[in-house]
């Protein structure tokens, strides 16, 4: 079988997401379960793809984390398919079917990036009980006076002509939402604040299990260069910090829509991964079609090892 070692949402070697990549031989149907969680745990990666082609540009993906199975991972989704057009098993220009645990996802291979479409945005709920966000916040190592986020006018996302105008002086408060899988999207007031998130990762492990949600996924919209800066915790699952994010970033692209941050057919971009110097840019975008919410996420990704695997 081949396997691939691909740095996702990156454009040069060492920034993004690593996932290990595996392309199953033709013909041969996914190992055992427990045998690709262990593959996973001995690649280390926070999730490894195991890829069944199915002919016609159309693909089963399994993937694991150390742990567990999972249901969707983005990153390793963008990964898969820069190796798949590596291997010669699809190529640019073409629209490929992933059928993952989450549904069936529709991705564009292009020269420069792959884009896939996350599953229909779901909005699982909010946390805005006074004791709950003081738990929330105190987990994730936030001071009591950054609880909830007042949008500050003026800088929220100002270079992105897509995006709608700032409710100044509205509170944005923590939500549960999925686009594949589902995280608490938690806003904080800066980059400051941002940076200095210092999480207990026990009890956030607890909280992850109770509200039913793979982790926490932090982000501040008061931004320089309207981007969107933000970090992932998903210590339940072996992960405590993620540098890039697809499903998550998804989901908060759904966030800004809600909260009338974001306008039908915006694009928005992502950096992540700063704080473990690992820095990813991934792409949102947002449509909206017969009243329905389209999101996609995107990005680049760089091969770092070729090889084969025998299991």
Do not use: W
């Not at 003026?154 to 686009?179: F, H, M, Q, V």
């Not at 982000?219 to 994010?245: K, M, Q, W």
């Not at 915006?266 to 473990?276: K, L, P, S």
């Amino acid at each position: 079988m081949k396997f691939y070692i691909v740095d996702a949402f990156a454009d040069t070697l060492f920034g993004g997401n690593p996932a290990g990549v595996v392309i199953l031989d033709d013909g041969m149907d996914f190992p055992h379960s427990e045998q690709m969680r262990k593959t996973a745990a001995e690649l280390r990666y926070s999730e490894t793809a195991f890829i069944k082609p199915m002919g016609s540009n159309q693909f089963q993906v399994r993937y694991f984390t150390p742990t567990s199975a999972v249901d969707l991972c983005g990153h390793a989704t963008i990964g898969s398919f820069v190796a798949l057009t590596d291997a010669g098993l699809t190529s640019p220009g073409t629209g490929c079917i992933c059928s993952t645990l989450a549904g069936e996802l529709n991705i564009q291979v292009s020269e420069a990036s792959i884009l896939m479409d996350m599953g229909a945005p779901e909005v699982i709920g909010e946390i805005s009980g006074s004791e709950e966000l003081k738990e929330l916040y105190e987990i994730m190592g936030i001071s009591s006076r950054n609880q909830g986020h007042i949008l500050s006018g003026g800088n929220i996302l100002a270079d992105a002509n897509i995006l709608s105008e700032a409710k100044t002086g509205r509170l944005l408060i923590p939500e549960i939402i999925s686009t594949g899988l589902p995280d608490i999207l938690l806003p904080v007031e800066n980059e400051a604040a941002l940076s200095a998130i210092a999480p207990d990762f026990s009890a956030l492990s607890r909280l992850s299990e109770r509200y039913g949600v793979v982790g926490v996924h932090a982000f501040t919209v008061n931004s320089e260069g309207g981007a969107v800066h933000c970090r992932n915790f998903a210590p339940l699952y072996d992960i405590d910090e993620e540098a890039a994010t697809g499903t998550s970033n998804g989901a908060l692209t759904y966030y800004l829509y809600k909260n009338g941050l974001i306008a039908e057919n915006a694009e928005v971009r992502f950096i992540q991964g700063e704080a473990m110097a690992r820095p990813s840019v991934i792409t949102g975008r947002l449509s909206v079609m017969d009243g329905s919410v389209k999101i996609q996420v995107g990005g680049s990704a760089v091969i770092l090892v070729r090889g084969t695997i025998d299991l």
